[in-house]
């Protein structure tokens, strides 16, 4: 049974220190979207990758996050400096075949991230 | 980020009623989703909607993709205790933007 992977699963840092989340997405799948939600401001599409590719990340703040896919098994989104705003489970979504009746996407556990 | 306007908040039925849920928004968008998260779970999708007046079912689920492009509709059929949960709308624009709606918190009395 396929699953997405997410580590750490949860992390509590002090603001001001760097966050490293890690995703394995499901073996073939081509398309990674990371997602952060907050009780205030619920589900938010942060960046998404296809092929490896950045296609968009408009949802991400630019000047402390970024999201990178090093190879076709691993997707890391990080927080420098993290501050307490960015307090949010954020997850991970692998998938197929966007924009088509086809269209899957799997979600992984989420990471639990509380910045002190 | 903007939100879609997602209704009711939240709903209490009796198992075997029906449930319609549906979302609005003042923008157009080119793609439909909808979401059922179970408490301490990610998302999962459920139906994804293409164009405009399109009704697609998932077993007892059926979602319409509003005629304006502007909504979308979610009803369940028959509801048992496992639909319990929160479902989520998503509209997509053609630039890939997602904007989530703000959540139906469904409880399903036995």
């Known amino acids: 049974d396929a699953r997405v992977t997410q580590t750490p699963r949860h992390k509590v840092t002090e603001m001001g220190q760097e966050v490293t989340m890690r995703c394995q997405p499901i073996?073939?799948?081509?398309?990674v979207f990371w997602y952060r939600q907050t009780m205030m401001q619920g589900l938010e599409l942060l960046a998404y990758?296809?092929?490896?590719?950045?296609?968009?990340d408009s949802g991400m703040p630019k000047d402390r996050f970024s999201a990178e896919m090093p190879d076709a098994t691993l997707a890391t989104l990080k927080i420098q400096p993290s501050e307490p705003r960015d307090s949010a489970v954020y997850f991970c979504?692998?998938?197929?075949?966007?924009?088509?009746?086809?269209?899957?996407?799997?979600f992984g556990p989420g990471t639990r991230l509380l910045v002190l | 980020g903007q939100q879609l306007n997602q209704s009711p908040q939240s709903m209490f039925i009796q198992e075997g009623e029906d449930v319609s849920m549906n979302c609005t928004s003042s923008?157009?968008?080119?793609?439909w989703l909808w979401y059922k998260q179970d408490p301490g779970e990610g998302p999962v999708l459920l139906i994804a909607?293409?164009?405009?007046?399109e009704l697609t079912s998932n077993g007892r689920l059926t979602a319409q993709f509003g005629i304006t492009r502007k909504d979308s509709f979610l009803n369940i059929s028959a509801s048992i205790p496992s639909d319990v949960g929160i479902y989520f709308c998503?509209?997509?624009?053609?630039?890939?933007?997602?904007?989530f709606g703000t959540g139906t918190s469904l409880t399903v009395i036995p």
């Open positions: 979504a692998s998938g197929l075949v966007p924009w088509t009746h086809q269209e899957t996407q799997y």
């Open positions: 073996l073939g799948h081509n398309t």
């Open positions: 990758f296809r092929n490896r590719a950045p296609l968009d």
């Open positions: 923008s157009i968008f080119n793609t």
């Open positions: 909607l293409y164009k405009a007046g």
């Open positions: 998503a509209g997509r624009k053609a630039g890939n933007q997602f904007y």
